[in-house]
């Protein structure tokens, strides 16, 4: 099986380029940051914080997390709950970044994106796909962003599905969570030493695309 990681910050585009890319290819595409982003909800509905002074081992033995293609389109489901427009809030996108820091939630998640991988050829998006969970992936890249140009892109998005945020509160977001990923213990955001490193600030959604395909087809021909 053929399998692409594409590792890099929140907002830098790289779900969507993912998607875009698996698509042409006729891959699966895995959002592996949604998988953390259900886990956190269902912290953010147990009420705790970022901090997490809680049992994080109890709390994930009541998660059922489970992917479904529907229509070519990745669905999660947070105990058979489709969750998959419930878990793009930034405060989702903070408790994500919060629970992926933890050991335990890294190994509930785990085995099920090499079971993925295992099974079909897939181009999985992340923090830490081709460092940590797809470390022999086929091809790996890192893509980036400038802040202002994510917070840009993350607040046109939030406003068109009808939400009520702040630019300045998503720009400070996108800045913290870079942080506490890149500074987290355990599986830190960071390029692998042989990812490519794509920057699409500047790009369109299309131009993105289209080069990331060109270096694609370029390596698996």
Avoid: W
Avoid at 66 to 80: A, E, R
Avoid at 174 to 199: M, V
Wanted: proline share 3%; hydrophobic share 40%; aromatic share 6%.
């Amino acid at each position: 099986m053929i399998s692409i990681a594409l590792d890099g910050p929140a907002g830098a585009g790289k779900s969507t380029i993912a998607k875009g890319a698996a698509k042409e290819l006729g891959f699966i595409y895995v959002d592996t940051g949604a998988l953390y982003r259900t886990v956190g909800l269902k912290f953010l509905r147990e009420g705790y914080t970022t901090e997490l002074n809680c049992d994080i081992e109890a709390v994930l033995k009541t998660i059922e997390v489970d992917i479904k293609f529907i229509d070519g389109t990745q669905h999660v489901f947070l105990n058979g709950e489709d969750v998959s427009d419930l878990i793009r809030t930034p405060e989702a996108s903070m408790m994500a970044s919060a629970v992926s820091a933890k050991p335990p939630v890294r190994a509930f998640l785990l085995e099920m994106q090499r079971k993925l991988a295992r099974e079909n050829n897939v181009l999985m998006d992340g923090r830490d796909i081709a460092t940590v969970v797809l470390p022999n992936a086929t091809l790996k890249f890192f893509v980036t962003a400038s802040v202002e140009e994510r917070a840009n892109r993350r607040y046109k998005e939030l406003i068109e599905k009808g939400m009520d945020v702040n630019y300045d509160d998503i720009y400070n977001d996108i800045e913290t969570r870079d942080y506490n990923d890149s500074h987290r213990e355990i599986a830190p955001l960071k390029p692998a030493e042989d990812s490519i490193i794509f920057d699409t600030t500047g790009n369109t959604l299309q131009e993105s695309i289209d080069a990331i395909m060109t270096i694609i087809n370029e390596r698996l021909n």
